[in-house]
């Protein structure tokens, strides 16, 4: 059986291309056949339409896409996670540098932001910040940290869409003051000397739900061929003892532009955050241990929450429909020894 799934290149696709490069796909009987999406609105559109079979995707862009919320409604299912955490906000070494942060801290560099662009708003300069779409967790995380430093992030900031791969050269361009993002283009922001890694995603929203794995509601009954696979390749993806060999695979086979040390870091959480070389280490950094596969209801009631606080959605019964979409008893029966 041929299935065609898609991805974005992060990071955190690993499970999904492990899956199709290293057998593990093949060994279920699977012919697994990976296509490259340049960003998360063309994903979701040719999920919906039927031209891809299933879809490494941003958890919210999943609810809302089979809610209705986001492009052509589609009937999907999401019957496993593929990671928690892996974001971070990036800014521009000239705002790092107008910021001033009196350290590092999280509530130092949140303060520090919003003083900026209170100031820069006031001046009629207001700052652009990039996130990889409206349905995500990395816009949830912006406006979260703009509100630990007292900032009403919709009154003083301009937020647009950048697609992953387009974040560097946006910076690189001046078209963009800072941007959320998934690893590893944080990493290769600052390696391009373009800006300084201001906050991690895993510290403004401690284990956050992130990337899952969305299916065609209609192929449910070939998923279970599909779950074993990914979740095996998750299951090698999180060993240690793997990360070169799933660095090397992810460098080639991603496209992620940049060399596999750096990517063997940002597995690691081995993270430098400005030009100078700072090292910053967070294990939790991106998460791909065995326990982040099972999907889990309330991640999905997480992100409707979201949705809700930020006039995405109406609140009437979406909590629950969202939770309905993950199926937890799809990969428990897949996965089941």
Request: net charge neutral; aromatic share 6%; glycine share 8%.
């Given at each position: ?49 039927g031209h891809l079979d299933a879809a490494h995707m941003l958890g919210p862009l999943a609810l809302a896409s089979a809610l209705g919320l986001s492009g052509p409604q589609a009937d999907l299912c999401v019957p496993m996670a ?9 800014v521009s070494n000239g705002l790092w540098a107008a910021m001033a942060p009196e350290d590092d801290g999280l509530a130092a560099v949140a303060a520090a932001f919003a003083r900026v662009a209170r100031e820069r708003a006031g ?30 992030l919709d009154a003083a900031v301009r937020l647009v869409v950048v697609p992953p791969p387009e974040t560097v050269d946006a910076l690189a361009r001046g078209l963009i003051d800072g941007v959320c993002v998934g690893a590893p ?153």
């Open positions: 059986m041929t299935l065609t799934l898609g991805y974005v290149p992060l990071v955190d696709a690993a499970a999904v291309i492990a899956a199709a490069d290293l057998g593990f796909a093949r060994q279920e009987g699977l012919d697994l056949v990976l296509s490259r999406e340049p960003s998360w609105a063309t994903l979701r559109d040719r999920l919906a339409l593929l990671n928690l955490n892996g974001n971070a906000l990036t001046a009629g300069r207001g700052l652009t910040l990039g996130t990889v779409h409206p349905f995500s967790s990395h816009s949830y995380q912006l406006r979260r940290f703009a509100r630990l430093g007292g900032l009403d283009w944080n990493s290769i922001a600052v390696a391009a000397g373009l800006g300084r890694i201001a906050a991690l995603g895993c510290e403004i929203a401690p284990d956050c739900p992130e990337k899952v794995l969305a299916l065609q509601a209609r192929g449910a009954d070939d998923a279970p061929a599909l779950i074993r696979a990914v979740h095996r390749a998750g299951l090698w993806c999180a060993a240690p003892e793997n990360r070169p060999a799933l660095a090397a695979l992810l460098t080639e086979r991603a496209g992620l532009g940049s060399d596999a040390s750096l990517i063997a870091r940002t597995l690691g959480g081995d993270l430098i955050v400005d030009a100078a070389g700072r090292p910053r280490t967070n294990p939790a950094y991106l998460r791909l241990d065995p326990a982040v596969y099972r999907p889990d209801p309330d991640h999905a009631r997480w992100f409707a929450a979201q949705m809700i606080a930020c006039g995405q959605a109406d609140a009437a019964g979406l909590a629950d429909r969202a939770a309905a979409l993950y199926r937890p008893d799809l990969f428990e029966a897949a996965t089941a020894p």
